[in-house]
């Protein structure tokens, strides 16, 4: 289990369970370089003189990889902001 970062945290978005899958995991995941995700590149674009926005947005991107049992790419889209 791991410390989940404060932003990630004190989320509006995440429900408790989403939050229990993400701190679920052995160890705090890192970036990885061949990760692409055409939806997180759509949200920067759109986002990208919104921060405030586009956390938002990349935090409902996760909530429903995450709802769809896809941790680690819920962990990917969300390491992608790296704002912690």
């Known amino acids: ?14 429900t408790i369970n989403q939050l229990q ?3 679920d ?5 890192t970036v990885e370089a061949s990760f692409e995700d055409e939806t997180v590149k759509n949200i920067f674009q759109y986002y990208s003189l919104m921060p405030e926005e ?3 947005e990349i935090h409902r ?10 941790i680690n790419e ?9 704002v912690w």
């Open 54 to 56: 586009m956390d938002t």
């Open 25 to 29: 995991v052995d160890q705090m995941p």
């Open 74 to 82: 819920a962990w990917q889209v969300l390491l992608t902001t790296n």
């Open 61 to 70: 991107y996760a909530g429903k990889l995450l709802n769809e049992g896809k």
């Open 21 to 23: 899958l993400l701190a």
């Open 1 to 14: 289990m791991v410390q989940l970062p404060e932003n990630i945290k004190n989320s509006k978005i995440f």
